[in-house]
């Protein structure tokens, strides 16, 4: 629920699917159709007015602070569309922050860095400031960074948004790839259909609600019951209601 | 996140924002520098009168007066009751001075050893024989445990009566080519009596005094007799007046059985007002703490300009990063960190200012010292001293103002919603 009194909108009406293993989501809308709010809710950043999110069985809603920091900490990796990357920093430093906040050793950390920079191809810019890389080579920092924690889920909003369609391709191949290779769940964010398509899943929002769920392949998005989200490394249920 | 990557962090971010950081720093590095000179300062000018008092007062020997007033400068509103011991004839405010019978009774308390009456004479003049040049100056009393610095010659234990030092001012006045052409050679002071009679004796100089950068003038400049000799021309010049009886004040020292306290108490038991060095160390050492206040007084004004320097800094700071922040925050950074981050930064701030700020004190200090000691006269003496402990307790007193003045904008980072943070573009 956002805005106050008379001014206030619901983003997200009636939410309910049900992901299968390691699957990788795309939802698809317009502007306004409430997709990166249900982003937000499910990366733990925003919180529903009704409804739950279910984790470990247990309820993102009803987690502590702290308990919520460390879920995003550990399990959850973000992309954003305009990279986010700190420019004064170096590329390891960057990649490194994730590490830093969920308290892992420097040593473990810098060998950590250096395989997620291979994964990505930015192993010769380690040291480069982020200021100086290409839209390309920071968005596959980003990527470095999303994946450094070897998250459970990553997010990614809008990640090729900011790119050429070139660069994109490559940027979306990457993450398909890391995904495959690290067996995570892809939740992404897009407006654009080709992209879309690429996804077990594709869920259309319009309005706060679903209007179309399009699958491929052996993975089935169950609509029938609550919203539910699983993953075989996560092993647990996320669940939206809005 | 661990606090040593929080530091680290902090410490980085700084350097991202050198100007920034600098120019907050050195607001901070005023007042740093200006606590930095007053705490040396103040050092300096308490290890000074702790020379000077050294230099000029025996740390054994107490300081006898009569009269209550004596010793405080409270000249009294009110008419004092008269007394025999009133010394009427000295002019200026009436006080009681020591009579012979008053020497006699402090001379007779246990374990005390001399006692020198400090006499106040003028001579008329100082001359040599056969000489038309005379020159004017106080009749000193010479105190064997008090040395004056000397020129020329060897200062004995006692003047015997007929001897007499000469303070080199008087030199080139009584036309000596040297100090070393002054000793053994014979000088004349005569005195006079109110009513104009005089009497005028023949001494040999021992040895040329100088003035040390240490020495107080308590007296004019004059020539040192004997205590003996100066009592003998104090009976010429105030005989037949009550003034003859009567001595301002007395050096009292006992033997090593009792401490300057012991003895002080021994004197006021007594019925005498007394002062030891170390009294009299403490007195200039208050007017030095007080000066040193008022300095640090004006060192807490700037920092406290500094501290709203270091909220808004660090504010603005806050508000351009609010994308950076929001970031670490959806990283799952907690709120802790967030707000320790903000608060280590402004921290480090402090430090930097800090050290600036002393480092260029102790440079300035440094350089600058021997030109002061020379500009006030202080000798070989520093008036900055700089003590190490006191500038690290400074220093960390600065990063603890920066932390709190931190306070606020980490509150605000820490508090900052990830999503709308995000959304800033």
Redesign the interface.
């Given at each position: 629920m956002y805005g106050k009194k008379d001014n206030a909108f619901s983003a997200l009406k009636s939410v309910s699917f049900k992901v299968p293993d390691k699957a990788s989501l795309a939802i698809i809308g317009k502007s306004g159709s409430g997709k990166s709010t249900l982003m937000?809710i499910i990366?733990g950043?925003?919180h529903p007015t009704e409804g739950e999110v279910i984790v470990n069985g247990q309820s993102l809603e009803k987690l502590k602070?702290?308990a919520m920091?460390?879920?995003?900490?550990?399990d959850?990796g973000?992309v954003?569309q305009?990279f986010?990357v700190?420019g004064?920093?170096t590329t390891y430093?960057n990649v490194a922050?994730?590490l830093?906040?969920?308290?892992v050793s420097v040593r473990k950390r810098k060998q950590i860095v250096r395989e997620a920079l291979e994964q990505v191809e930015l192993s010769d810019k380690i040291n480069s400031k982020a200021k100086n890389l290409s839209g390309g080579q920071k968005q596959r920092l980003a990527i470095a960074?999303a994946i450094v924690n070897t998250p459970k889920l990553i997010m990614a909003d809008e990640p090729t948004g900011n790119l050429d369609s070139a660069t994109g391709d490559k940027i979306v191949d990457l993450l398909f790839d890391l995904q495959k290779k690290t067996g995570s769940m892809l939740v992404m964010v897009t407006h654009d259909s080709d992209l879309a398509a690429r996804c077990d899943i594709q869920i259309s929002l319009k309005d706060g609600e679903i209007v179309s769920v399009k699958e491929k392949g052996s993975k089935k998005a169950d609509l029938s019951t609550s919203v539910e989200m699983t993953s075989g490394r996560l092993a647990d249920k996320v669940k939206v209601q809005g | 996140m661990k606090v040593t990557d929080t530091i680290k962090r902090s410490g980085r971010n700084l350097r991202a924002a050198k100007l920034r950081t600098l120019l907050t720093a050195l607001a901070i590095s005023v007042g740093g520098f200006t606590l930095t000179v007053t705490l040396a300062a103040s050092a300096g000018a308490h290890m000074y009168t702790n020379n000077l008092v050294k230099a000029n007062f025996d740390p054994k020997a107490v300081f006898v007066a009569k009269d209550k007033n004596y010793f405080s400068n409270s000249n009294g509103d009110t008419p004092q009751a008269y007394t025999s011991d009133l010394a009427t004839g000295r002019g200026g405010t009436l006080q009681k001075e020591l009579t012979s019978q008053d020497i006699t009774k402090i001379k007779a308390l246990p374990h005390v050893t001399q006692v020198l009456p400090t006499y106040n004479l003028s001579a008329q003049f100082v001359t040599r024989p056969d000489s038309t040049a005379k020159y004017t100056g106080s009749i000193n009393v010479y105190d064997s445990a008090q040395k004056p610095s000397i020129k020329a010659g060897q200062l004995p234990d006692d003047l015997t009566n007929g001897e007499v030092l000469l303070p080199d001012a008087y030199l080139k006045p009584l036309k000596f080519s040297s100090a070393q052409a002054a000793l053994g050679q014979s000088v004349v002071i005569q005195v006079r009596q109110l009513s104009g009679k005089t009497l005028a004796k023949t001494y040999g100089v021992v040895a040329v005094t100088t003035k040390s950068s240490l020495s107080l003038d308590f007296n004019a400049v004059g020539p040192y007799v004997s205590a003996d000799e100066a009592g003998q021309l104090n009976s010429f010049i105030n005989g037949g007046t009550v003034l003859a009886n009567l001595v301002p004040t007395a050096i009292v020292r006992a033997d090593s059985t009792l401490s300057a306290d012991q003895l002080k108490a021994e004197i006021t038991k007594a019925g005498f007002q007394a002062r030891t060095a170390q009294d009299l160390e403490q007195f200039i050492g208050q007017i030095v703490n007080v000066l040193g206040v008022i300095i640090a007084v004006f060192g807490l004004i700037t920092l406290v300009a500094s501290f709203f320097g270091v909220v808004n800094t660090q504010y603005i700071s806050v508000l351009e990063r609010t994308r950076e922040i929001g970031l670490m925050k959806a990283l799952g950074m907690s709120r802790r960190t967030v707000s320790r981050l903000f608060m280590i930064e402004a921290t480090w701030i402090g430090f930097i200012g800090a050290a600036l700020g002393a480092g260029i004190a102790i440079i300035a200090g440094t350089l600058l010292n021997p030109w002061i000691s020379k500009k006030i006269n202080f000798g070989n003496q520093h008036l900055l001293i700089f003590k190490p402990a006191q500038i690290i307790a400074l220093i960390i007193f600065l990063m603890l103002i920066t932390t709190i003045a931190g306070l606020l904008p980490a509150r605000k980072a820490a508090k900052l919603d990830p999503i709308e943070a995000l959304r800033t573009e």
């Open positions: 937000h990366g950043l925003d602070r702290k920091d460390k879920f995003r900490a550990n959850l973000f954003f305009s986010f700190e004064n920093q430093q922050l994730p830093e906040i969920a308290e960074r | -």
